[in-house]
């Protein structure tokens, strides 16, 4: 067991891009755990989309032993965790796990929102903040602006802040000396009973759940019997240890000590990440603040564009939830694109990338319907229904009213940007609270309905802004407002794919762009398909397509007008008939493009 005050445990904050995985990279081989020949690029990121995107998915920690110039051999324990605003949950509990954090900042661009997001995380659990400017060797490089923006916007000192090139290597042996000699030990008693923090976990085909724990109080052993305060699960300690980025085994891990342990857990569900862990038979009395179980906040429907791939999408399915507990999923039908699940996702980038994980890992085709959030109807008689699905909206005499999920967003923008920020804002419904200018940079704080942000408005406010501008939000709470279920029939059928829920106000307009979108791309038939919007039995917006001709009086040439006439009729009633039994092809491109929205 270390001795406490040799102890140092630390995460690394930063906005997406900032180089917090290059930095983490240079400390590993300063500290020389790994040998030039075992080196690459991001070497705590595991999967291929963090690699290929450069960000971090999934927190990892890895122990340093660093040989100070006092002489002494530290023990740092360093977290990475993910830097996007979906997984602020397991960055809160990584900060909660350590006594500091190293706050990363690019020296050309300077503070942006999830910088901002994460050093007020990091506050709230009192850690002792350490800033750095990273990429100080690059030209447009600005030290002296970038270390007053981090006093103005955020309030710490940074007078002291460190300037590396993580990428060249340049100082970063500065950042190891500033970790030992500024951020503090942990405190802890080992002769108390255990008391651990869960902060994160993951499946091995192997060893069952991999368990990431930081040992608060106590001493946990192999072979102990411990318990799960939130889930009341009983698990056999079979093996501990610590990651050198290897794994290591030891024999128990001591207070303020960062470590792994397996015990034959099967699933990943049943390890909650901000658990406490304790000794079944001595537990500790109060299990540590701040757990919470992950909610989904955006709800889609995933279907196989082939049929038969059905099951394989299940199977998928089901093996992805073992490394993944927040990403949740149930079985549904619908009437244009057969069966398919339901499901459950931490924001938008998690969306994205269990999509792409499911394309990639398991070669599967995927369509994905137009992501909606979890509305509450109150009802006539005084219940209160979750709805996740816009297809299930019961009838709208029985709801009394709708709330919906508000967020509170923060936006960093250059100035030359704002006003068509604010625009985008104000388009969406959003009530501004706060404007304030740092140095030529205006930061607004917005309140937005969240299902005006989760389809494409990351997106907008990329381009409106040329790629400057960062967002960041936090859930804040539910709100009545007008809501209507907006239906789309092609050919008098409600295709329940391309139903949505939106405000009163926005319902037309959204309806008219539907229909005309899907003119486009649904193909002529052999007879007229009217394409409409509807709030419940009114219809609201409507295009028709009109129908594949056949000239059926060529043959008349000359002859008296009637024989015209009578091939005419006939033709049309055969149209008609055709209309009543015809199906009409949707075409799968056209769910994807139709849900995809114009500025307007």
């Known amino acids: ?101 190293v706050l990363v900042v690019d020296a050309s661009q300077g503070v942006e929102a999830q910088t901002l997001a994460n050093v007020y995380q990091a506050l709230d659990n009192n ?28 309030g710490i000192d940074a007078s002291e802040a460190v300037g590396v090139s993580a990428k060249t290597g340049l100082n970063v042996q500065a950042v190891l000396e500033a970790i030992v000699e500024k951020l503090p030990p942990p405190s802890g008693d080992a002769s108390k009973p255990l008391k ?37 699960g009983h698990y056999q300690v079979e093996r501990v240890g610590i ?67 059905f099951e394989d999408l299940r199977d998928a399915m089901g093996r992805l939830r073992l490394n993944d507990a927040s990403f949740s999923f149930e079985a549904e039908s619908s009437a244009a694109l057969g069966f398919g699940f339901r499901c459950g996702f931490l924001g938008l980038l998690h969306l994205e990338i269990i999509t792409e994980r499911l394309e990639r890992e398991f070669n599967l085709d995927l ?19 979750e709805l996740h699905n816009p297809a299930d909206m019961p009838d709208t005499v029985r709801i009394d009213h709708i709330e919906e999920p508000w967020i509170e967003a923060t936006i960093l923008v250059p100035d030359e940007y704002l006003g068509s920020v604010l625009k985008l804002c104000q388009d969406r419904r959003g009530r501004q609270k706060q404007l304030t200018y740092v140095g030529n940079r205006a930061m607004l704080i917005y309140d937005l309905p969240l299902n005006e942000v989760v389809f494409d408005f990351y997106d907008r406010l990329k381009s409106v802004s040329r790629g400057y ?17 907006l239906t789309i029939l092609v050919n008098d059928e409600p295709v329940d794919a391309l139903s949505m829920i939106v405000h009163r106000t926005r319902a037309e307009n959204r309806g008219r762009s539907m229909c005309e979108k899907l003119k486009e791309l649904i193909r002529p038939h052999l007879f007229k398909i009217p394409i409409q919007a509807a709030i419940g039995g009114k219809v609201i917006a409507r295009e028709t397509i009109s129908a594949l001709r056949k000239d059926v009086i060529a043959k008349c040439y000359g002859g008296d007008i009637t024989r015209k006439r009578k091939l005419l009729d006939k033709q049309k009633a055969g149209k008609k008939k055709m209309r009543e039994f015809g199906k009409v092809e949707i075409p799968q491109e056209a769910f994807i493009a139709a849900l995809k929205m114009d500025e307007n």
């Open 243 to 309: 990651f050198r980025p290897k794994q290591e085994m030891l024999s128990e891990l001591g207070p303020g000590e960062v470590g792994f342990f397996t015990a034959a857990i099967k699933e990943v569900a049943d390890t909650r990440v901000g658990d406490t862990v304790t000794d079944e038979k001595n537990p500790t009395p109060n299990p540590l603040p701040g757990f919470k179980p992950a909610q989904p906040v955006v709800f889609c429907g995933l279907f196989p564009v082939d049929a038969a791939d």
């Open 1 to 101: 067991m270390t001795d406490t005050s040799l102890i140092r445990n630390f995460s690394i904050i930063a906005h997406i891009d900032h180089g917090k995985s290059t930095l983490s990279d240079r400390l590993i081989q300063l500290c020389g755990n790994v040998t030039n020949r075992e080196m690459k690029e991001q070497i705590l990121d595991s999967m291929d989309i963090e690699r290929e995107r450069g960000i971090t998915i999934k927190a990892q920690t890895v122990r340093l032993d660093y040989k100070h110039t006092d002489g002494k051999i530290y023990q740092l324990n360093l977290m990475d965790t993910p830097g996007h605003v979906d997984f602020a949950y397991e960055v809160s509990r990584s900060l909660a796990a350590c006594e500091g954090a």
């Open 367 to 385: 369509i994905t319907t137009a992501p909606s959030v979890i509305y509450h109807l109150h009802m006539i008689d005084g219940s209160v229904i």
């Open 127 to 154: 850690l002792e903040i350490l800033p750095v400017l990273n990429k100080v060797d690059l030209p447009s490089a600005d030290e002296d602006r970038v270390k007053q923006q981090i006093e103005d916007v955020i």
């Open 469 to 485: 501008a960062s967002f960041d939000y936090k859930i804040k709470g539910y709100e009545e407002n007008e809501l209507v279920k």
């Open 196 to 232: 651990a923090m869960l902060v994160d976990s993951w499946y091995d085909a192997y060893l069952g759940v991999v368990v990431l724990v930081r040992i608060i109080d106590g001493v946990l052993k192999r072979g102990q019997k411990v318990m799960m305060m939130a889930t009341d």
